[in-house]
Each structure stands twice: as C-alpha cells, then as structure tokens.
T-cell receptor, first 115, second 116 residues
Framework: DGGITQSPKYLFRKEGQNVTLSCEQNLNHDAMYWYRQDPGQGLRLIYYSQIVNDFQKGDIAEGYSVSREKKESFPLTVTSAQKNPTAFYLC??????????????FGPGTRLTVL | AQSVTQPDIHITVSEGASLELRCNYSYGATPYLFWYVQSPGQGLQLLLKYFSGDTLVQGIKGFEAEFKRSQSSFNLRKPSVHWSDAAEYFCAVGAGTNFGNEKLTFGTGTRLTIIP
C-alpha cells in the first residue's frame, strides 16, 4: 500500500540534544512538508520541499533543519536551538497533479517529548 | 497572504443531530479549499476538497461543504452525526496556481464532541 511513514511514533530526548525525525513516502510525490502541531494552534509549517535537493523555510523554521537527498525521504532535525521542541510533528506530501492540486497526504505523526 | 479562521474551538452535538462547522478564509484569488479530520494522536485524513465548479462538494463519511465566495466561507456539514465523528476538524486553504504543490494554510481546528 502507498503511504507515508513516520518513525518513531514516540520519541523522548534530553534537553540540549539534537534529534532526527524520519519521514518516508512511496507515493512518488514531488513535494514534502513538515508541520508542528500544538494544542489550540493548529498546524504550523516548519519546512517544505517541492523537489529533490531543494527546500524552503516555512513559518517556524528556527531551530529546525531538513534535507531532501531522495524523493522518498524528508528527515527533520530538531536542534538544541529550538526553545520548545515538545510537540506533535506531522509529515505530509503532495503530487501537484491537475486533479489534486495542493492536496496533501499525511503521515501518522511523531510525538516528541523533551525532558 | 492567505489565512483561515475557524471561529468555533469546540462544538458539542448529540448523536443523530445535524452539524455545521464554520470556516472563513482570506485569499485574493480563487482558493483551493480543504477539510481534514484528525483522530487523537493520528495524522490528518482528507474529508473533501474544492478546486472549481460546483460549489457544493461531497466528501467521505457523509460530509459535504459549500463554497460561498461572497462570504469567503467553506462550511462543513453533516445531516446526522455518529459517535465515530468525534474528532478534530481542520479547514485549509491553498493558492490556486497552475503548478500545485503550494503550501497550505490551516485553521486552528474545531474539536467535535458527540454526546449520546
């Protein structure tokens, strides 16, 4: 089955440590996205990539980094510079075909807790 | 810049009652509009979408939404809710470009509670 996988589902890290969240898709989608979700704030865009080897900052990119070396993969690193990293992180992808412009498909999410 | 407002943070309805969730958007051109649903601790699932054409769109699970350009609204409706509809609902707007893959802007969500 085609879809988006995120791992791990739950992640615990000590304050000051960098941590990398995995996102893989087998939908052959060109674009991939990372969102952060906090209670009462909806989804906020961290980074997005419309094509391999290219990515753009979203609304809350500070303290995060990404790479897009392969079409299927878009890992997110939460660095020690991120002041409040505890949150639910969602990865999404989209194809941009004429019948599905901007429609994004979401992974199951990773809940990061920094202790 | 585009924006989305979901004025209702939390709505409670009785099982079997009708439902309407409000969504207002701000965008200068014709938007692409979406409603997603999220169960606790899960990802988002697309309920329905509007690109162009008929302003009343049908989605999965018996949901529908109506695009009203004059009111900048895209409200979600269901004639009779089921206990399994309890979840959080997000409205989103995207730029209506020819190339797709533009970023979406999401509302803050409406949490739906169903009472027996």
């Amino acid at each position: 089955d085609g879809g988006i996988t995120q791992s791990p589902k739950y992640l615990f890290r000590k304050e000051g440590q960098n941590v990398t969240l995995s996102c893989e898709q087998n939908l052959n989608h060109d674009a991939m996205y990372w969102y952060r979700q906090d209670p009462g704030q909806g989804l906020r865009l961290i980074y997005y990539s419309q094509i391999v080897n290219d990515f753009q900052k979203g609304d809350i990119a500070e303290g995060y980094s990404v790479s897009r070396e392969k079409k299927e993969s878009f890992p997110l690193t939460v660095t020690s510079a991120q002041k409040n990293p505890t949150a639910f992180y969602l990865c999404a992808s989209s194809s941009g075909t004429p019948t599905s412009y901007n429609e994004q498909f979401f992974g199951p999410g990773t809940r990061l807790t920094v202790l | 810049a585009q924006s989305v407002t979901q004025p209702d943070i939390h709505i409670t309805v009785s099982e079997g009652a009708s439902l309407e969730l409000r969504c207002n958007y701000s965008y200068g051109a014709t938007p692409y509009l979406f409603w997603y649903v999220q169960s606790p601790g899960q990802g988002l699932q697309l309920l329905l979408k509007y690109f162009s054409g008929d302003t009343l769109v049908q989605g999965i699970k018996g949901f529908e939404a109506e695009f009203k350009r004059s009111q900048s609204s895209f409200n979600l409706r269901k004639p009779s809710v089921h206990w399994s509809d309890a979840a959080e609902y997000f409205c989103a707007v995207g730029a209506g470009t020819n190339f797709g893959n533009e970023k979406l802007t999401f509302g803050t969500g409406t949490r739906l509670t169903i009472i027996p």
